[in-house]
């Protein structure tokens, strides 16, 4: 592989119960790259992040990976057992813990945990019981997590989801400055709008690759629909695509910004 390359996905296909998920899919991650992977539910999104992380392997086709790459994973926060007592400093260091459901923190893990969630703004907030956080608190909880190990490649699942408007911008603005400090980003998202569209280079993804580029050229309706499976309007705001909801083709055609 080229030394920008940091995962290759070569021609993948993953099943379950002989059901393909994903299906003949190339997908490239370099180095300083930022992608969204956006698709309807069921079309393999999840999957094939379990694939780059190696938690799935593929029944065709073959993931690869630079030598020694240190990726961070940061799941949905839905899918979390917010009943479980555990600090903000201890979900830091549970990672790297071996022993014992409550990790047994070192002075070293202390000091370099504290340095994390200060970078993420959460400086002060290590004695608090996760449960205890707002919901954007708790998300770069499991971004600073992830970024414990220093990783060269971030991959999250679905990191805005369930959240409100001000905690998916609390989300993308710090996505957009681990970005800027040199961390390879892939996630997934339902978030065309919010999210996706903001993100340098976005994937359609329904079981295969539909389309991959920069949401400009990706965000369309024919991309959309053949990714959705229903008709979708885009207009153009401000030189960015917008998806519409129901309801909102009258509106575009009265603006005449249909695209």
Request: with cysteine.
């Amino acid at each position: 592989m080229s030394p920008e390359v940091l995962v290759e996905c070569a021609h993948i296909s993953c099943a379950y119960d002989s059901a393909f998920v994903v299906h003949d899919v190339h997908f490239t991650v370099r180095k300083g790259d930022f992608v969204g992977i956006v698709g309807p539910s069921g079309s393999g999104k999840t999957t094939l992040l379990k694939a780059v992380l190696g938690a799935v392997k593929p029944q065709s086709g073959h993931v690869t990976m630079k030598p020694g790459l240190r990726m961070g994973y940061v799941p949905q926060v839905e899918s979390v057992d917010w009943n479980f007592p555990v600090t903000v400093l201890e979900v830091m260091v549970m990672t790297r813990s071996k022993v014992g459901r409550r990790p047994r923190i070192t002075a070293e893990e202390r000091r370099a945990a504290l340095e994390v969630l200060d970078r993420l703004g959460l400086g002060g907030l290590h004695e608090r019981h996760i449960r205890e956080l707002s919901g954007g608190q708790q998300q770069r909880v499991f971004v600073a997590r992830a970024l414990f190990h220093q990783p060269e490649l971030l991959i999250l699942d679905e990191p805005t989801s369930g959240v409100d408007i001000r905690t998916r911008h609390e989300v993308l603005h710090l996505l957009a400055d681990l970005h800027d400090d040199g961390v390879s980003i892939v996630l997934t998202t339902h978030d065309l709008n919010g999210l996706a569209a903001h993100l340098p280079r976005m994937v359609c993804l329904n079981r295969e690759v539909i389309a991959d580029g920069a949401p400009i050229d990706v965000l369309t309706s024919e991309v959309l629909e053949q990714t959705y499976g229903a008709p979708m309007e885009v207009l153009l705001h401000e030189g960015m695509p917008v998806v519409l909801d129901h309801g909102g083709t009258d509106v575009a055609k009265r603006l005449g910004k249909l695209v």
